[in-house]
């Protein structure tokens, strides 16, 4: 019984999904045209409708942003350019009914410049429902996974938009239904995926690569007969005890992040997906202004290779120090991926600092640094933004990042790459 009703599961959300993607895909422009008349339309009249908005039912936000980066070294190729100019439009939909609620967020980007860079989807679409101790939501969903938000070894079934910036760590949502029980301070979670959402990689003249060559990402390769409509399953079960978390999650399906295979006649990689099964465990402490976080990893592919994974990092929150100040954090990461390592892949074996800054004035002030060491592979990235709200609609936010070292691929093949560029967005929030 249960496995027909997975697989009717299976069919309905790979149709709808498939679908859903096709849409936005081929109607990307005419999307973003009527969110932008939309925005426009809520922008003039949001002062008459504000009230009503927050006595209803029904939730709207979003931002329009124009964003414009500058690559200031030599390109790996000619034809790359050292520009690119963008439109960048989010929102949020949200409409609430008693127990039940139905969330979804578009995501566009139209780049006049890198035309490899322009895509549109859907980070969340789904519909949700929930009573006193149970709720399920399936869709198209981003999963809260991990302690860490950004680089985390236990979120294991989100993919990475590369397409957005190489250190942004935006995610895409995946097609879903999954279940999450609390009873007192014990909570139990159930995800079940039937495809998965691949990674998104920039191509061809692209100055946003992870390497130098480009990724076919059109063309995968899988290990599995099923390809991508492998089942993924997730298992989580968790306790909360004052100031400690401690959860306990089991994985089976696809590898996030895919191995590259190298063609040397198109100079080019192509993805290669495992089938793969991960038992995680994770910590998190408070003490005196002090955060512990650790996650822990082991993951044993088809082919028996098993590998180990550990994440941990000291936070200190010194908003202490500068009076007025909503949130103010240091930390200290250091990661350790045994599957990175010996596939040559970044972040394997590298130190992260993160310094956060927001200053909760009036104006909403932030400012936020990332510092990878990879040491493994010689890798080393600096990223920085700093924001800004004006005229209480507008947000200012400027940026530079630097990326520079070099990768085994395959050997004896090495790949030097030097990026840096700098960055400047100015966004309308509606």
């Known amino acids: 019984m249960i496995p027909k009703i997975l697989q009717m599961l299976n069919n309905s959300i790979q149709e709808g999904s498939f679908r859903l993607v096709r849409l936005i895909k081929s109607k990307s422009r005419l999307l973003s045209s009527c969110l932008l008349l939309l925005s426009l339309f809520l922008g003039f009249s949001q002062d008459t409708n504000s009230e009503k908005k927050k006595k209803g039912k029904t939730y709207l936000r979003g931002n329009i942003a124009l964003d414009y980066n500058y690559f200031n070294k030599e390109p790996f190729k000619e034809s790359q350019l050292s520009h690119q100019l963008s439109t960048l439009i989010t929102g949020e939909f949200k409409y609430v009914k008693g127990k039940f609620k139905f969330v ?3 995501h566009i980007r139209l780049d006049a410049i890198d035309s490899y860079r322009t895509h549109a989807d859907m980070r969340n679409l789904y519909v949700s429902y929930w009573n006193k101790n149970l709720t399920i939501n399936a869709g198209m969903r981003l999963f809260t996974l991990g302690k860490f938000t950004g680089f985390s070894l236990v979120d294991i079934m989100n993919r990475m938009d590369i397409k957005e910036s190489i250190l942004s760590f935006e995610k895409l949502g995946q097609p879903s239904i999954d279940f999450k029980y609390i009873y007192k301070k014990i909570s139990a979670e159930l995800y079940v995926m039937p495809y998965f959402r691949k990674v998104n990689f920039n191509a061809g003249d692209s100055r946003l690569l992870l390497v130098p060559f480009p990724i076919d990402g059109n063309n995968p390769q899988y290990d599995h007969n099923s390809k991508e409509f492998l089942p993924n399953v997730s298992v989580r079960v968790g306790a909360k005890k004052e100031n400690n978390e401690v959860v306990l999650g089991y994985f089976y399906g696809y590898n996030k992040n895919p191995d590259f295979v190298f063609q040397p006649s198109k100079r080019e990689f192509s993805e290669l997906y495992l089938t793969m099964s991960q038992w995680s465990l994770e910590w998190q402490t408070l003490y005196k202004g002090l955060t512990f976080t650790s996650e822990f990893i082991n993951q044993t592919y088809r082919n ?3 590998f180990f994974g550990l994440h941990i990092a000291l936070g200190y929150d010194i908003s202490k120090l500068y009076q007025g100040a909503s949130t103010m954090n240091i930390s200290v990461e250091y990661v350790h991926d045994k599957y990175r390592i010996r596939k040559n ?66 050997d004896p093949l090495y790949i030097n790459n030097f990026n840096t560029y700098y960055g400047l967005q100015i966004g309308w929030f509606f």
Not at 360 to 378: H, L, P, Q, W
Not at 395 to 406: D, H, P, Q, R, T
């Open 104 to 106: 979804a967020q578009p």
């Open 304 to 306: 028996n290779e098993n």
């Open 345 to 410: 892949l970044p972040f394997g074996n590298n130190f992260i600092t993160l310094y956060t800054f927001n200053l909760g004035d009036i104006n909403d002030t932030t400012f936020r640094a990332k510092v990878f060491s990879s040491k493994d592979v010689s890798y080393h990235f600096f990223d920085m933004d700093i924001s800004r709200r004006i005229f209480s609609e507008f947000k200012v936010s400027g940026k530079m990042s630097f990326s520079s070292g070099s990768i085994a691929q395959t």
